[in-house]
């Protein structure tokens, strides 16, 4: 006769306390290393935040010129052109449509409703806080639409909505 095994040995576990434990890895150690622009590994610099998703950006324009500019005694047309040299060359990678939206109350002859640069287009709207809450209302996915305003209403009303809300200057940084 040989040994039998006892009934606590052939029963199942009560609970995961009574599992055998095992030490598991963690999962941002698991990870590939981070590849530098040279195809190697970088060194004690941390991952890079590029987005690699295309991004659609509505800019709230004076919002972005007065904390741009820092100039308050300029007409709006200078602030315009102004902030619209600013910005040509510093427009984030990930952009692939950049609608910027402007504040005109009483519309001059020789402003049009929209204009086209070739690298963003303008709005000329009689309110561009609520002109920019309204496309990210319409938008089919607001997830691809970054707004880019330092106005608290704006930003928690395109958040709420589900549109990403960046400052002036990390737009400008990206």
Same mark, same amino acid.
């Given at each position: 006769?040989?040994?039998?095994?006892?009934?606590?040995?052939?029963?199942?576990?009560?609970?995961?306390?009574?599992?055998?434990?095992?030490?598991?890895?963690?999962?941002?150690?698991?990870?590939?290393?981070?590849?530098?622009?040279?195809?190697?590994?970088?060194?004690?610099?941390?991952?890079?935040?590029?987005?690699?998703?295309?991004?659609?950006?509505?800019? !709230?324009?004076? *919002?972005?010129?007065?904390?741009?500019?820092?100039?308050? %005694? /300029?007409?709006?047309? $200078? &602030? #315009?052109?102004?902030?619209?040299?600013?910005?040509?060359?510093?427009?984030?990678?990930?952009?692939?449509?950049?609608?910027?939206?402007? !504040?005109?109350? *009483?519309?001059?002859?020789?402003?049009?409703?929209?204009? %086209? /640069?070739?690298?963003? $287009? &303008? #709005?000329?709207?009689?309110?561009?806080?609520?002109?920019?809450?309204?496309?990210?209302?319409?938008?089919?996915?607001?997830?691809?639409?970054?707004?880019?305003?330092?106005?608290?209403?704006?930003?928690?009303?395109?958040?709420?909505?589900?549109?990403?809300?960046?400052?002036?200057?990390?737009?400008?940084?990206?």
């Amino acid at each position: 006769m040989g040994i039998e095994p006892t009934t606590s040995a052939l029963r199942k576990p009560r609970s995961t306390a009574e599992l055998p434990r095992r030490r598991m890895k963690a999962a941002h150690l698991s990870r590939p290393p981070v590849r530098g622009p040279r195809g190697g590994v970088a060194r004690g610099s941390p991952p890079s935040r590029s987005y690699h998703r295309a991004v659609r950006y509505l800019v !709230d324009g004076y *919002n972005l010129a007065h904390w741009l500019l820092r100039d308050d %005694s /300029l007409h709006p047309e $200078q &602030m #315009r052109q102004r902030t619209l040299a600013a910005m040509a060359g510093k427009l984030p990678q990930n952009a692939t449509d950049v609608v910027i939206y402007w !504040d005109v109350r *009483n519309r001059t002859p020789g402003v049009m409703e929209r204009e %086209s /640069l070739p690298w963003c $287009q &303008m #709005r000329f709207v009689a309110s561009a806080d609520e002109a920019i809450v309204d496309a990210v209302y319409d938008a089919d996915n607001p997830r691809e639409i970054t707004v880019v305003s330092r106005d608290r209403e704006v930003a928690g009303r395109s958040r709420q909505l589900g549109a990403r809300v960046l400052a002036p200057a990390e737009f400008l940084r990206r």
